[in-house]
T-cell receptor, first 113, second 112 residues
Framework: NAGVTQTPKFQVLKTGQSMTLQCAQD?????MYWYRQDPGMGLRLIYY???????DKGEVPNGYNVSRLNKREFSLRLESAAPSQTSVYFC????????????FGDGTRLSIL | KNQVEQSPQSLIILEGKNCTLQ??????????LRWYKQDTGRGPVSLTI?????NTKSNGRYTATLDADTKQSSLHITASQLSDSASYIC???????????FGRGTSLIVHP
């Protein structure tokens, strides 16, 4: 009964380092999402994937890349981390259709020094 | 720019009491409105989803209402429990867009 699994749960990077945040879902959902959550702000969409092989930019895509490896997995990559990317990152998935609930993972807490 | 405003920012109530959280939005055209519960250190969990034609939806002790004319929604929590302590987030989606607009959330603390 895993739902959406994110790894790692915590990470500290130095400015300029790169890393990939992993996300996997076991609910056979077509749609997957990456969000960031910053103090005092609502969640903001970074990238969206409607199905395997497709990705679209969200509200704040700069500095990030994504890969929809297969139906289960959707990864987020920071090529050259910056302190402004310190945040909590959430992955979510949903069935197709605009009125489907999104199921969220428990987040990756990323600090960039 | 689409906006979702939630009030109050924080709320403290005693266990067993009822409370109502508010959400006002400017998103147009409207597609749907969702309420999520987010426990500290966890991801959000969906409580309700309402479309334009729905003006109330319940999930156990949680009841959401929607007035699409005034662009307002409320989440009513009945007979609060300690486990209701969390942040409650209102999210509004625009028709034709996959980018939702999230409110900043209302932080609810339930004291015994």
């Amino acid at each position: 009964n895993a739902g959406v699994t994110q790894t790692p749960k915590f990470q500290v990077l130095k400015t300029g380092q790169s890393m990939t945040l992993q996300c996997a879902q076991d609910m056979n959902h077509n749609s997957m999402y990456w969000y960031r959550q910053d103090p005092g702000m609502g969640l903001r969409l970074i990238y969206y994937s409607a199905s395997e092989g497709t990705t679209d930019k969200g509200e704040v895509p700069n500095g990030y890349n994504v890969s929809r490896l297969n139906k289960r997995e959707f990864s987020l990559r920071l090529e050259s981390a910056a302190p402004s990317q310190t945040s909590v990152y959430f992955c979510a998935s949903s069935a197709s259709g605009s009125n489907q609930p999104q199921h969220f993972g428990d987040g990756t807490r990323l600090s960039i020094l | 720019k689409n906006q979702v405003e939630q009030s109050p920012q924080s709320l403290i109530i005693l266990e067993g009491k009822n409370c109502t959280l508010q959400c006002n939005y400017t998103v147009s055209p409207f597609s749907n409105l969702r309420w999520y519960k987010q426990d500290t250190g966890r991801g959000p969990v969906s409580l309700t989803i309402m479309t334009f034609s729905e003006n109330t939806k319940s999930n156990g002790r949680y009841t959401a209402t929607l007035d699409a004319d005034t662009k307002q929604s409320s989440l009513h929590i009945t007979a609060s429990q300690l486990s209701d302590s969390a942040s409650y987030i209102c999210v509004v989606s625009e028709g034709g867009s996959y980018i939702p607009t999230f409110g900043r959330g209302t932080s609810l603390i339930v004291h015994p």
